[in-house]
C-alpha cells in the first residue's frame, strides 16, 4: 500500500490551506473530506475575512476550491473518516471507501450542527427543519419561520432569512442574544423579526411537513405556527473517529502553538480543536501552520 508523507482530514479552511503548503512543499499528500468548504459553506455574508469587504460563504468556498485546483491538490470526495490509528511510525485511516497510510497526519475535520434533542426533530429533518440556512433558506420564500439559537449563527441564519422569509421567530434560551454587535444590529431592527428570549422548543409538529413547534418558558407552554425550522444551537467538533488523541471536556482536539497533538506526527487544525475562537480566517491561518509543522516532523524523522 503507498504511505503518503501526509494525509490532511477535512476540507474546510483549515485543509485547504494546508493542502495549498502542502502542495508548496512538495510533499506526497492527500486530502480526504466528505464535502468542500465545510461551515464556509454554510456561512451567509461575511465581512472579516481579510482582502474582502464582504463576500459569501458559497463565494469564499468557491474561491478555495480555485486555489486548489491552481496546485492540483489531491482529493477524496463524498468520504466519511471512520477511524485513525498509529502503528509504529505509520498513520492508518479507515473511511467509508478505502484505506490509507501515511506518515503524519493532520485532523482538521470542523465541525457539526448540535441537535435540539426534541421530539420530532428526527422525523422532519429535510421535511421543513434544516439546518442549514444558506443551503435550504430560498425553500421558506415568503413563509414563517422560526430560528432557534442566539448566537451568532443563529443571527446570521436570521439575517439571510430575513430577505426571504415573511416573518421569522428567533427562539432564545437564554434571557439575551449573544454574538456581533453589528449582526445583533440588525436583526433587532428588522421588522420582520420577533426576538423570543427565555423560550425553548420542546417539541416539533407536522404531518408531512412542519407546521408548528411547541415553545416554553418559565411559565407556560404553546404551539407557535411556523412552516420552517432552522436549527442554530451551536457546533460539536468531528473528533470521534481518533479514539488516542488528548481532547479536552468539549471533545475539542488539544494542541499546542506548533498544532502538534499527544501522538507524535499527529496534528490538528480550525474548529476541531481547542483554539479558543472560531473563526474562518483562524482556521486558515492554523491549516498552514499545521501544514509547516508536519513538514518539520517530515524532515527530521527517518522512516
Known amino acids: 500500500m503507498l504511505i503518503y508523507d501526509l494525509i490532511i482530514i477535512?476540507?474546510?479552511?483549515?485543509?485547504?490551506?494546508?493542502?495549498?503548503?502542502?502542495?508548496?512543499?512538495?510533499?506526497n499528500f492527500l486530502v480526504i473530506s466528505v464535502d468542500i468548504g465545510g461551515q464556509t459553506a454554510w456561512s451567509g455574508d461575511i465581512e472579516n475575512y481579510t482582502g474582502y469587504q464582504f463576500i459569501s460563504g458559497p463565494?469564499?468556498?468557491?474561491?478555495?476550491?480555485?486555489?486548489?485546483?491552481?496546485?492540483n491538490i489531491p482529493l477524496k470526495e463524498n468520504e466519511e473518516i471512520f477511524s485513525v490509528d498509529k502503528t509504529g511510525d505509520i498513520f492508518l485511516i479507515k473511511t467509508s471507501k478505502a484505506d490509507y497510510q501515511?506518515?503524519?497526519?493532520?485532523?482538521?475535520?470542523?465541525?457539526?450542527?448540535?441537535?435540539?434533542?426534541?421530539?420530532?426533530?428526527?422525523?422532519?429533518?429535510?421535511?421543513?427543519?434544516?439546518?442549514?440556512a444558506t443551503c435550504d433558506g430560498p425553500l421558506f420564500a415568503?413563509?414563517?419561520?422560526?430560528?432557534?439559537?442566539?448566537?451568532?449563527?443563529?443571527?446570521?441564519?436570521?439575517?439571510?432569512?430575513?430577505k426571504i422569509a415573511k416573518q421569522i421567530y428567533l427562539i432564545n434560551i437564554t434571557d439575551q442574544l449573544a454574538g456581533d454587535a453589528i449582526m445583533l444590529q440588525k436583526v433587532q431592527e428588522a421588522s420582520n423579526?420577533?426576538?423570543?428570549?427565555?423560550?425553548?422548543?420542546?417539541?416539533?409538529?407536522?404531518?408531512?411537513?412542519?407546521?408548528?413547534?411547541?415553545?416554553?418558558?418559565?411559565?407556560?407552554?404553546?404551539?407557535?405556527?411556523?412552516?420552517?425550522?432552522?436549527?442554530?444551537i451551536g457546533l460539536i467538533p468531528n473528533s470521534g473517529f481518533v479514539k488516542n488523541v488528548?481532547?479536552?471536556?468539549?471533545?475539542?482536539?488539544n494542541i499546542n502553538l506548533r498544532n502538534?497533538?499527544?501522538?507524535?506526527?499527529?496534528?490538528?487544525?480550525?474548529?476541531?480543536?481547542?483554539?479558543?475562537?472560531?473563526?474562518?480566517?483562524?482556521?486558515a491561518g492554523e491549516g498552514s501552520k499545521a501544514a509547516l509543522g508536519a513538514f518539520r516532523y517530515l524532515a527530521q524523522h527517518k522512516f
Do not use: W
Open 10 to 27: 477535512g476540507a474546510g479552511p483549515a485543509g485547504i490551506t494546508a493542502s495549498v503548503y502542502a502542495a508548496r512543499k512538495k510533499l
Open 193 to 232: 423579526v420577533k426576538i423570543m428570549n427565555n423560550h425553548q422548543v420542546s417539541a416539533v409538529l407536522g404531518d408531512k411537513f412542519v407546521r408548528a413547534i411547541k415553545i416554553k418558558d418559565q411559565s407556560q407552554e404553546k404551539e407557535l405556527a411556523v412552516e420552517g425550522v432552522f436549527v442554530e
Open 260 to 283: 502538534q497533538t499527544n501522538i507524535a506526527g499527529m496534528f490538528a487544525a480550525g474548529d476541531v480543536t481547542n483554539v479558543p475562537e472560531k473563526q474562518i480566517i483562524i482556521a
Open 102 to 132: 501515511a506518515r503524519t497526519v493532520i485532523i482538521a475535520s470542523g465541525k457539526k450542527s448540535k441537535e435540539l434533542q426534541v421530539a420530532g426533530e428526527k422525523e422532519f429533518k429535510n421535511h421543513g427543519l434544516t439546518y442549514c
Open 59 to 71: 463565494e469564499l468556498t468557491q474561491k478555495f476550491e480555485e486555489h486548489m485546483h491552481k496546485y
Open 142 to 162: 415568503n413563509k414563517v419561520v422560526a430560528v432557534v439559537g442566539g448566537g451568532n449563527s443563529a443571527l446570521d441564519a436570521t439575517l439571510q432569512l430575513m
Open 246 to 253: 488528548e481532547k479536552n471536556e468539549y471533545n475539542e482536539i
